[in-house]
T-cell receptor, first 114, second 115 residues
Framework: DVKVTQSSRYLVKRTGEKVFLECVQDMDHENMFWYRQDPGLGLRLIYFSYDVKMKEKGDIPEGYSVSREKKERFSLILESASTNQTSMYLC?????????????FGEGSRLTVL | AQSVTQPDIHITVSEGASLELRCNYSYGATPYLFWYVQSPGQGLQLLLKYFSGDTLVQGIKGFEAEFKRSQSSFNLRKPSVHWSDAAEYFCAVGAPGNAGNMLTFGGGTRLMVKP
């Protein structure tokens, strides 16, 4: 089974702090994604990565950056956290050669910014 | 551009009753279609998917969905709901044969189950 692991399930940070959210997948998937989930808004794509060292902006990249130095790891960075970034963050990956678009998700990281 | 609408934000059913969650999509051809479930505090788990062929697809946990091209719909059904089915359900659409395509998700339907 594909496993996508998000290192922190729950985080509480203060406004202005730098926040790292880590995601690791164990299936050699090329693509990795970071979504933000808010009530009533569904899933919104923040950033995605086609492969190592490649990144593309999604629908709501402002206030975020990402890093993908190794194929299995995709990090989401909040340079200076703000209260409006309080949310559930979901990491996902997929195998591009399957050509189906199917995503495999981690369990999520719930971030609270005070 | 593709889009997905889940018209029902919340649905409450009694345990043992049947369930249908609606999903309508907008896409120029037959898309790839997915239903995901999210239990409280968890990530999304794939329930079922449709790529081609038989328009009635079976998934995990006793769920099924039917693709209706004429109605641009992919509704999720279960004949008898269990209390453990209480969760949020997301429909998603993707462009077939496009490896680089992003999935588009609906806004979700939260299912509550009454004892």
């Amino acid at each position: 089974d594909v496993k996508v692991t998000q290192s922190s399930r729950y985080l509480v940070k203060r406004t202005g702090e730098k926040v790292f959210l880590e995601c690791v997948q164990d299936m050699d998937h090329e693509n990795m994604f970071w979504y933000r989930q808010d009530p009533g808004l569904g899933l919104r794509l923040i950033y995605f990565s086609y492969d190592v060292k490649m990144k593309e902006k999604g629908d709501i990249p402002e206030g975020y950056s990402v890093s993908r130095e190794k194929k299995e790891r995709f990090s989401l960075i909040l340079e200076s956290a703000s209260t409006n970034q309080t949310s559930m963050y979901l990491c996902a990956s997929r195998w591009i050669r399957a050509n189906t678009g199917e995503l495999f998700f981690g369990e999520g990281s719930r971030l609270t910014v005070l | 551009a593709q889009s997905v609408t889940q018209p029902d934000i919340h649905i409450t059913v009694s345990e043992g009753a049947s369930l249908e969650l609606r999903c309508n999509y907008s896409y120029g051809a037959t898309p790839y279609l997915f239903w995901y479930v999210q239990s409280p505090g968890q990530g999304l788990q794939l329930l079922l998917k449709y790529f081609s062929g038989d328009t009635l697809v079976q998934g995990i946990k006793g769920f099924e969905a039917e693709f209706k091209r004429s109605q641009s719909s992919f509704n999720l059904r279960k004949p008898s709901v269990h209390w453990s089915d209480a969760a949020e359900y997301f429909c998603a659409v993707g462009a077939p044969g496009n490896a680089g395509n992003m999935l588009t998700f609906g806004g979700g339907t939260r299912l509550m189950v009454k004892p």
